[in-house]
C-alpha cells in the first residue's frame, strides 16, 4: 500500500517564476492538505482540500493556489515566486468521516523548493 | 491564536538513558488534541505520540510517554532507552477539534544521540 507520494523531490526555479507540486494521498484517503517547511521552523498551514474544494485556509497570499483532481491527487501552485518561497513543501493526508477516532495523518517526504 | 512553543532548540542524550523534551501551548479552546511527531533525514513527518485533551491519562506509546500537564498547558515528551534510530527533529503539535486537520506546529527540538 503506497503511501503519500510527492513530485518532483527537488526543485530549483527563479524569481518571479510560476511552480507546480504534486501529491497523490494515500489509498482510500479522500482529503489532502499541504504545508511550508521553511528552515529552521515547523511546518505551516497553507490549505486543505476536500471534495474539490478548499476547505480551509492558513496565512499565505494568493500566490499559492490548489486544486483537487477527482481520484484525489492535489497540486499546489505558486505563482511569482519569492526568494522567501524557498522551503520544503509537504503533503498530507487524512480520510475525512472514518468514523476511527484514531484516525491520522499522512505525509509525504515533500517537495525541497529552491528560488534563486 | 493558538501558539506551540518549543524553548530547546538541540538535545543530546547517551544512548540507553532518558530524555525529555518540552513543549508548551497556548489556546482558549477546551476540545484539541496534542501530538509529538518525529522528522528523520528523510523529511516525513511520523507520529510518534498523540494525547486528546479531555482525557486525564497521559499517553504512552512504547518507549515514549508524555506529561500532559492542562493547566499548565504544558505537553512534554519523554523518550526512554534512548535509541540510534531515534536522533531526528522532534516537533510539538496541536490540533483543535477532532477533524480539523489544520494542525500548528513548534519550532522544533532537534534531538542528537550520543553512542
Known amino acids: 500500500d503506497a503511501g503519500v507520494t510527492q513530485s518532483p523531490t527537488h526543485l530549483i526555479k527563479t524569481r518571479g517564476q510560476q511552480v507546480t507540486l504534486r501529491c497523490s494521498p494515500k489509498?482510500?484517503?479522500?482529503?489532502v492538505s499541504w504545508y511550508q517547511q521553511a528552515l529552521g521552523q515547523g511546518p505551516q498551514f497553507i490549505f486543505q482540500?476536500?471534495?474539490?474544494?478548499?476547505?480551509q485556509r492558513g496565512n499565505f497570499p494568493d500566490r499559492f493556489s490548489g486544486h483537487q483532481f477527482p481520484n484525489y491527487s492535489s497540486e499546489l501552485n505558486v505563482n511569482a515566486l519569492l526568494l522567501g518561497d524557498s522551503a520544503l513543501y509537504l503533503c498530507?493526508?487524512?480520510?475525512?468521516?472514518?468514523?476511527?477516532?484514531?484516525?491520522?495523518?499522512?505525509f509525504g517526504s515533500g517537495t525541497q523548493l529552491s528560488v534563486l | 491564536a493558538q501558539t506551540v512553543t518549543q524553548s530547546q532548540p538541540e538535545m543530546s542524550v547517551q544512548e540507553a538513558e532518558t530524555v525529555t523534551l518540552s513543549c508548551t501551548y497556548d489556546?482558549?479552546?477546551?476540545?484539541?488534541?496534542l501530538f509529538w511527531y518525529k522528522q528523520p533525514p528523510s523529511r516525513q513527518m511520523i507520529l510518534v505520540i498523540r494525547?486528546?485533551?479531555?482525557?486525564?491519562q497521559n499517553a504512552t506509546e512504547n518507549r515514549f510517554s508524555v506529561n500532559f500537564q492542562k493547566a499548565a498547558k504544558s505537553f512534554s515528551l519523554k523518550i526512554s532507552d534512548s535509541q540510534l534510530g531515534d536522533a531526528a527533529m522532534y516537533f510539538c503539535?496541536?490540533?483543535?477539534?477532532?477533524?480539523?486537520?489544520?494542525?500548528?506546529f513548534g519550532k522544533g527540538t532537534r534531538l542528537h544521540i550520543l553512542p
Open positions: 489509498s482510500g484517503h479522500d482529503t
Open positions: 494525547q486528546e485533551a479531555y482525557k486525564q
Open positions: 498530507a493526508s487524512s480520510l475525512t468521516f472514518s468514523g476511527d477516532p484514531n484516525e491520522k495523518l499522512f
Open positions: 503539535a496541536y490540533r483543535w477539534g477532532n477533524r480539523d486537520d489544520k494542525i500548528i
Open positions: 482540500y476536500y471534495e474539490e474544494e478548499e476547505r
Open positions: 489556546t482558549s479552546e477546551s476540545d484539541y488534541y
